[in-house]
């Protein structure tokens, strides 16, 4: 059906799901849960992958780990009811071989259809097992003898409980019927699109609904079909477009211009044992300039671990401070917190500038004497999470200062910031992370603030040889702690564990410490893990960090942020179970003060490959932008940008690891649209958006 003449070019597939026929309330309500409400939204409802029911393959033809269709007679059945029931249906072809159908659950009726003689279609995931080809509860139908095959490959879309993949099919077809023409479906100017070599979008959602059976399958399981990459191409740009709205929104609201004397900066960087480097002048520069302004700075420092982000951040701080404002200071873990609260003490104190500490676990009394504090306008406050709870009232809160960002979400990031709202004026953000990210995600992901990058580290650090050692030669490895621990160096072992279960760990370290405890005679030990209370690990880490103790066994916990110049050996025991962003955080404890560092990378075998290239590029590289682009290749972005961020990178097609080839193009188009095309723009949006809130909202 084409589009009537009544129907405007802007209200193509605005209409609800319901004016397509047999569509009721109840498929309507299941259509919602994906995110579905109009006819457009269905167009956009793209398929997460394709299963190729045009043609049959031959038993004696079949490949291990490939799906395949197959059709053939029922030779033997075989169904226990008893303890582990299992169904086994043999099928015969042609080629006179034999494929074994499993089933692990089933229904006896079901059982009681598969008689001998029974001719089946089947499709599904090739196995091969010890007695044979196999699929393992492969998707069957009875069929007569040549009956016809499917003309086209077959899309599988994302989709939600009782709502199965025919029914969701056939919905999309007929919202299909209602595709108009690409005059009215093109939202992206020609004239922008010139060059570019996009088709024609009508087309390529068609190509991707319904793909020809001599469609290049192999393109599409790689989403690298032009049709693919077409809707890839106009789906970051609407990613893109959001972004840009959401921080032209944060950008048209007022921030206090915080441009101040400068004599608090100035005496800091006097009292300062060092001279900042180049990187960290030209970064504190930018952030300044930002401040100054009477709009909300949204600014991301990226720099490597020991680049010096810390006094960049004191630095900004001052800079509130001297006119009048309060900085509040955000790190995800009570312990990264508590090493800024000692780092911002001993710098600031001096000068005057009262520091204010708030975590969860400050309580009682003592949690009512900061909350009084940073009322009362205390100038700097140092906390975790618990800075966003409700009851914590800033006096003046003039700048936001957020460490380690992929571990919060943008939502917390806005939260701690409205603490700081008045009427249409928020507190400048800064947001430092240690996490480089690769250049071309960052244009993406963080497209909503501009970047800062603390590429260079400060002087006199020697970088850290890796090794890999597997765990069959631990013993020499105490050797090597020993020998290193005598000559006054001190050292971490670092335990990790496959469960993610902080008990679990917790135990396995206590083993490593009673363990290494009793084969260093004479050197201290000590022990630090996430289930200690936040004193006692404080306690231990002052410790090592005075030199009173040669070996800290730590869990992850020790990942961010610290700092202890003389501590130049790690150990990573199950090094192989790491990601390389962990690796390189973990790595960046050591190396930070004048002597040769070393990192023991203990490996348990088999390795996997992708563990194998990790450990691998560990010991070639400790270059942290070379490991992130490796990490994004190895890994994908989800998981590089941390989980709580992917909710703004769940894309239908595209894929930033893969199609990062059109980012240029996608912002000189984004610019260009918003500049020109200011409605298309929106309805682009609105468009792939659809009824789903998928994208942030700010
Ligand atoms: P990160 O960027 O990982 O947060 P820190 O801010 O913790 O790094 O800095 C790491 C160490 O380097 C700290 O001990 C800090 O005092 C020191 N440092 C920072 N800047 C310089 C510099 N320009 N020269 C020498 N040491 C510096
Ligand atoms: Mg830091």
Not at 533 to 543: G, I
């Amino acid at each position: 059906m084409k589009m009537t003449d009544a129907t405007t070019a802007a209200d193509a597939g605005r209409e609800p799901v319901t004016v397509l026929s047999g569509i009721g309330p109840a498929l309507a309500r299941a259509l919602e849960k994906l995110g579905v409400a109009c006819v457009q939204d269905l167009w956009f409802h793209l398929p997460l992958r394709y299963e190729d029911r045009t043609r049959i393959t031959p038993i004696r033809e079949l490949i291990g780990g490939q799906p395949a269709q197959v059709e053939g007679e029922v030779e033997a059945v075989d169904s226990g009811f008893g303890y582990r029931a299992q169904l086994k249906v043999a099928i015969g072809d042609d080629s006179a071989s034999t494929l074994t159908l499993r089933f692990f659950h089933f229904r006896k009726a079901q059982a009681d259809q598969l008689r001998v003689g029974t001719r089946l279609r089947c499709y599904g995931d090739v196995r091969m097992g010890a007695r044979g080809v196999e699929m393992i509860h492969p998707q069957y139908q009875r069929v007569a003898v040549g009956a016809p095959l499917d003309a086209r490959l077959t899309p599988v879309y994302p989709t939600t409980e009782g709502l199965g993949q025919k029914r969701l099919r056939s919905v999309i077809e007929k919202a299909l019927e209602r595709l108009p023409d690409d005059d009215v479906l093109e939202l992206i100017p020609a004239s922008l699109r010139e060059g570019l070599g996009l088709g024609s979008l009508r087309e390529a959602l068609l190509t991707v609904h319904r793909p020809p059976p001599e469609a290049d399958l192999s393109a599409l399981a790689r989403g690298m079909h032009p049709a693919q990459q077409r809707l890839a191409f106009e789906e970051l740009l609407t990613q893109h477009l959001s972004l840009q709205r959401l921080r032209a929104q944060v950008r048209s609201r007022r921030a206090p211009a915080l441009q101040g004397c400068g004599t608090l900066r100035r005496r800091l960087l006097d009292t300062l044992p060092f001279a900042l480097t180049g990187a960290q002048q030209r970064v504190d520069a930018e952030v300044l300039a930002d401040l100054a302004q009477a709009k909300p700075m949204l600014r991301l420092v990226q720099g490597d671990v020991g680049s010096g982000k810390t006094v960049v951040a004191a630095l900004a701080a001052l800079a509130a401070v001297e006119c009048g404002w309060q900085a509040a200071l955000m790190a995800p873990t009570e312990l990264l917190a508590e090493q800024h609260l000692a780092n911002l003490s001993a710098w600031l104190e001096p000068l005057g500038v009262e520091v204010a500490w708030l975590a969860g676990k400050v309580q009682g009394k003592a949690r009512k004497q900061a909350l009084d504090a940073v009322a009362g306008g205390t100038p700097v406050v140092v906390g975790t999470h618990a800075l966003m709870q409700e009851g914590v009232v800033f006096d003046r809160l003039g700048l936001v200062i957020i460490d380690e960002q992929h571990r919060f979400g943008v939502h917390q990031r806005l939260a701690l910031r409205d603490k700081g709202a008045e009427g249409e004026q928020v507190p400048h953000q800064l947001v430092l992370t240690a996490t480089p990210i690769p250049r071309t995600l960052a244009m993406s992901a963080y497209a909503d603030l501009d970047v800062s990058s603390i590429d260079e580290l400060p002087p006199g650090r020697t970088p850290v040889q890796t090794v890999a050692i597997a765990g069959s030669r631990r013993g020499e490895v105490i050797e090597r702690l020993r020998a290193a621990c005598g000559e006054g160096r001190q050292a971490y072992w670092v335990c990790t564990i496959i469960e993610e279960s902080e008990q679990l760990v917790a135990q396995a370290a206590e083993v490593v410490h009673a363990e290494l405890s009793a084969a260093l005679p004479g050197l201290r030990v000590e022990l630090v893990h996430g289930r200690m209370k936040a004193r006692e690990k404080l306690a231990v880490m002052q410790a090592f960090k005075r030199g009173e103790v040669a070996v800290l066994v730590a869990t992850t916990v020790i990942e961010v942020g610290v700092d202890v110049p003389n501590a130049s050996l790690m150990v990573i025991e199950n090094a192989e179970r790491l990601g390389l962003a962990q690796l390189h955080q973990l790595r960046g404890r050591v190396g930070r003060g004048s002597v040769a560092s070393s990192c023991v990378l203990l490996y348990h075998t088999p390795l996997s490959a992708l563990a194998r290239e990790r450990l691998q590029v560990m010991r070639e590289t400790s270059d942290g932008f070379r490991i992130a682009e490796k990490d994004l290749e190895l890994r994908g972005p989800g998981e590089v940008l941390g989980t709580r961020q992917t909710g703004r990178l769940e894309f239908r097609v595209a894929d930033l690891a893969r199609d990062a080839h059109l980012l240029p193009a996608v912002q000189r188009v984004g610019a260009a649209m918003l500049q020109e095309h200011p409605q298309r723009a929106e309805r682009l949006v609105r468009r792939w958006i659809g009824a789903a809130a998928r994208y942030a909202d700010a």
